[in-house]
């Protein structure tokens, strides 16, 4: 057994304890939980918690027998709540949790600490302690952050749940870390991606949550190795140039009994009234966003990850939730702001405060907010009104353009405008394309199978697709598996259809999002005025007999350009006219229906020559075959 409690030592000054206090302490995870350090010439770990209700704290772990008396804790008396105490002899991989003792009913409690850097393996539920000493080697990547992430930047993001991207087939476990460090930087490097969205990795104690049910808001996931394996992980694709977002959730949290409910006995992190406290979609918690003392709490867990594991951006999730008192709860259920609206202005203040410390704190990073109706100014500083996130998922595009697309094409001249409605709203906001892991779950398929007809218009309606997406003004999304068409619908327990690129029709896939990549990446036309009306002219959107759309996309020096045409028939278009700025020879630069894609081989020949006459109000005009069920991209020589 460790000796006893050391009591009197505290990484508190009285200003850490101001700013707790007044909500604004954005780095308590330097403060609050178990800290190994050494004092007066012994080593230990110091323990700090937050339960401002408790009558006695101790901790308790294999190293006392779980004795909750073996080694209590002392509360601070400057009214902050917070108890404290040295345990010599307590060192990393330590197991251990909180015993409180509460002063509601007495209630005995053994809580996880909310602050643990490291926790055991699901379904065990302790936490750990550790340290986060790392060796990072990322400096070139870091000096070169802003530049890359900047919103005039290509931005191509891979979207993956680290459970199930690939399995060992011998016992069909989960790649580790660092097992994935050996083979994801190369794998997302060769299909051209900038960048790689992580599925929530913070702790959390049901797998099948996807991360979306977090416990351990400042530990990855133990399922998959330690901290500094995940922080290797980090440091190797950054090495690859591959820039790193965390899918983070703020908005509830899981009801499991070692977790943050009913903390000290009392609704510590959680609003009070289950009207704003228990969210009905999730089961689960709502934080009380109107303490101070939960703000730092929340706002630290942000720049914990952009602090000690480099991460380049965070995806926030179910911001909508967090916006609107009345999310997903009929007439009585839910409780008017203070004006008698339905805007949590508290969860308002709380992402605004999160992104201006975000931005101020880690210039160059990103915050992506996951927003689902239209409030405005989501991407927007705060000075301005807006919410302060750099980009938002545009998640109008993503429903239409599905619903366009699984329609058979016989009916598609009737539902036009699904495809050119976003252009009117496609500047109001920084947004992000999203064809991400929640359109291929719960019964709705694979993006391969959404698409109608037979294999050939499945494979080509999906090549469509992706070109559609890669063109349209926005930064690109794309949820693993729909780079290689998968057939199944996303399963957490298996891994991406990996065999399935031994098939013709599914590497061509592979290989047109490789392209796709590759143009968008080198062609300033295609990412520099992703946010700027400027950068996008529609040539033609009233064809919707033909079903064909056809837009130019400018960088910001007019002269680079490329004309974006599609066919969403499977008829050929022959002599088709389209207008165009300029004469001379327009090289074919991407045709989905190429034979390299599997398709059918029908276009232009590499090039076509611009015709000295007037088209859709243009000087000049290209006369185009477009292939079936297919799109080209053309650039002036």
């Not at 010439?41 to 323990?47: K, N, P």
């Not at 049901?206 to 399922?223: D, E, K, M, V």
């Not at 056809?550 to 350009?561: A, E, T, V």
């Amino acid at each position: 057994m460790a000796a006893s409690v050391i009591h009197g030592v505290s990484l508190f000054t009285d200003h850490d304890i101001y700013l707790f206090k007044e909500g604004t302490h954005f780095r308590l995870y330097e403060k609050l939980g178990s800290h190994p350090m050494t004092v007066d010439g012994r080593e230990g770990t110091l323990f700090a918690v937050w339960a401002p209700n408790a009558r006695k704290v101790s901790v308790i772990g294999d190293f006392n027998g779980w004795d909750r008396k073996a080694h209590p804790m002392t509360v601070r008396l400057d009214g902050s709540g917070i108890w404290e105490g040295f345990v010599p002899g307590v060192g990393s991989g330590t197991v251990y949790k909180y015993h409180i003792t509460s002063r509601v009913h007495g209630r005995h409690l053994e809580k996880a600490d909310p602050f643990a850097m490291a926790w055991e393996i699901p379904p065990r539920s302790a936490s750990v302690v550790w340290g986060l000493d790392f060796s990072w080697n990322d400096a070139d990547w870091m000096a070169k952050r802003t530049e890359r992430q900047a919103l005039d930047a290509p931005v191509s993001v891979y979207e993956m749940h680290l459970g199930s991207w690939k399995r060992h087939h011998h016992n069909w476990d989960s790649l580790s870390y660092r097992e994935m460090a050996d083979q994801l930087p190369g794998y997302l490097a060769e299909m051209g991606f900038t960048h790689v969205e992580f599925l929530p990795v913070m702790e959390h104690p049901f797998y099948g949550s996807w991360g979306y049910q977090t416990l351990g808001y400042f530990a990855p996931s133990s399922r998959f190795g330690t901290p500094q394996d995940f922080m290797h992980l980090i440091d190797s694709l950054h090495r690859a140039g591959i820039g790193v977002i965390l899918d983070w959730v703020p908005s509830h949290f899981p009801t499991d009994g070692h977790g943050l409910g009913l903390f000290d006995g009392t609704h510590l992190y959680e609003h009070e009234d289950p009207r704003q406290g228990y969210h009905p979609d999730w089961k689960s918690y709502i934080f009380n966003y109107s303490r101070h003392e939960v703000r730092a709490f929340v706002i630290s867990s942000a720049l914990f990850w952009l602090d000690h594991y480099h991460a380049d951006g965070l995806r926030v999730d179910a911001v909508a939730s967090m916006l609107y008192l009345d999310y997903s709860r009929k007439d009585g259920e839910w409780v008017p702001n203070c004006f008698g609206g339905k805007e949590n202005l508290d969860a308002i203040e709380l992402l605004r405060r999160l992104n201006e410390a975000a931005y101020t704190n880690f210039p160059g990073i990103q915050t992506i907010a996951e927003e689902s109706t239209d409030w405005g100014m989501v991407s927007r500083p705060p000075y301005l009104g807006g919410l302060g996130f750099g980009m938002k998922w545009n998640m109008g595009w993503m429903h239409d353009t599905l619903n366009y697309f699984s329609k058979d094409p016989v009916f598609r001249k009737y539902h036009h405008g699904q495809l050119s409605f976003s252009i009117w709203y496609a500047f109001n906001e920084n947004f992000v394309l999203p064809l991400s892991h929640d359109e291929v779950v719960h019964g709705k398929g694979s993006l391969m199978g959404k698409m109608p007809g037979d294999d050939w218009q499945k494979f080509a309606g999906l090549r469509l697709l992706y070109g559609y997406m890669w063109t349209h003004p926005g930064k690109k999304l794309l949820f693993q598996g729909g780079e290689v068409a998968q057939r199944a619908e996303w399963n957490h327990d298996a891994e991406v259809e990996w065999g399935l690129l031994q098939f013709p029709g599914h590497e061509g896939v592979r290989r047109w999002v490789k392209d796709l990549n590759a143009l968008y990446k080198a062609e300033p036309a295609l990412h520099q005025t992703d946010f700027d009306h400027k950068g996008f002219e529609w040539v033609d959107f009233h064809d919707a007999e033909a079903s064909v759309l056809s837009f130019l996309r400018f960088g910001k020096n007019r002269g680079d350009m490329v004309l974006a045409c599609f066919n969403f028939t499977p008829v050929v278009r022959e002599n088709y006219r389209v207008g165009v700025p300029q004469g001379g020879l327009w090289r074919e630069m991407l045709n989905s229906d190429s034979d390299w894609y599997h398709g059918s081989g029908v276009g232009n020949a590499g090039r076509v020559m611009a015709e000295a006459t007037e088209s859709h109000h243009r000087s000049h005009t290209l006369t185009l075959t477009l292939p079936p069920m297919g799109m080209v991209i053309l650039k002036p020589e």
